[in-house]
């Protein structure tokens, strides 16, 4: 490998690896306004999506520019194309975080839901993916990354759970609602930000191992039909 | 440009509408047991998925292969990584069909919503944008993808409109919650699968043409926030 080559690749982790933090931060602050109620974040967060948005171009940008400089082969060609899979991913759950905020905006200004979500226990679960993710992009630890995958099921039973709560409630007391579906909404950007990560994990295996390992059931619980979510 | 390129090249493009026109076609019988309530036709379409993951590995092991061996420049290599962004696309929309699948399932083993919800007008929307966005592909047509990205505001004003109906009808009967929860699951599936077109179409410009159009307001309308998504 050329030493400019080198250098190019360098540069490009720590973009990612930006972008990367940029996208955490957001989801933690998202939650944050979700569940210390608070308004004046959710708007932050919900007008914080440019810069992400700005970063992905940057990213792509820098990875188009080395395909055509250096035309790089067998690993290092494994890794662009990874790079520009995760960067796709992470402006995803920036816009996710986003919705999240926004919700919490309506939320955050209504009467709190009287019910027992258990929703520290989905946010705490996806925080450990998005977390994990990044760390196994950064350490280029495939074990680490297949670790993440296992625990999307967790979530995924979360958000089953909150479904079926929330439902209920909306049933038994016609006034919640609003709130109550503004909180489904909440319970599915989280979930869908817990599958990008797997994502993310996936591409990390495939760039460290050549080995494609998505569209495989990964235990017979995550085989199961969506229908349930 | 070597012959053998050209030939990788047009099998790469016959790959990837072939796979389109599996998953328009997942799309449009999701969308019709949905509208006939056909439990049985739902079934088939939410088991029918796999073939399309199939297929989107098939068509980014071509773009990596052709990237090794042909280390191509300029349009070609932009060409090649609009492919992969627009296979992975079109594996959402596989996935979005078949969420909405196992939402009509529910619904059509239910009694009907009574409600007028014009989604006719959402499906009618949301399949112009489908075929519109392959035919921009197909005939590498700029004009017609910059088309699709405008019609996505419509497909917005759609959802917000059932949004609402549907917490109101949950709000008056509360024996509708659970259908009416499926079906706002359908409209936003439906949202996304608009917005998974209209990432086609930016990935059509930018094959063609070189410009990067995302993240730039196309409108003020399209501008505004998602809150009230």
Chains 1, 2 share one sequence.
């Not at 250098?7 to 990612?16: E, H, M, Q, V």
């Not at 999506?49 to 395909?67: F, Q, Y």
């Not at 909404?185 to 495939?206: C, K, W």
């Amino acid at each position: 490998m050329t030493k400019h080559l080198q250098n190019d690749l360098d540069k490009l982790k720590k973009d990612l690896l930006a972008m990367g933090s940029m996208v955490e931060e957001a989801i933690n602050r998202a939650i944050r306004a979700l569940v210390a109620r608070e308004p004046e974040l959710a708007r932050e967060v919900a007008a914080g999506d440019d810069a992400i948005d700005r970063k992905e171009l940057e990213v792509e940008d820098a990875c188009l520019k080395i395909l055509a400089l250096h035309q790089p082969v067998a690993g290092d060609l494994r890794y662009i194309i990874a790079v520009l899979k995760v960067n796709n991913d992470l402006e995803r759950m920036g816009d996710l975080a986003g919705n999240i905020a926004e919700r919490a905006l309506f939320l955050s200004t209504h009467p709190p839901l009287e019910v027992d979500l258990d929703i520290t226990r989905m946010l705490e679960a996806v925080r450990r993916m998005v977390r994990q993710s990044l760390d196994s992009l950064v350490t280029q630890d495939p074990d680490l990354a297949r670790d993440v995958c296992l625990q999307d099921d967790e979530v995924d039973r979360c958000q089953r759970q909150m479904f079926d709560t929330l439902t209920q409630l909306m049933q038994r007391d016609s006034s919640t609602v609003e709130r109550a579906v503004q909180m489904l909404s909440v319970s599915r950007h989280l979930e869908r930000i817990g599958d990008s990560a797997t994502n993310i994990a996936e591409d990390v295996v495939f760039m460290t191992e050549g080995e494609v390992i998505r569209h495989r059931p990964r235990t017979p619980k995550s085989a199961m039909p969506r229908s349930s979510r």
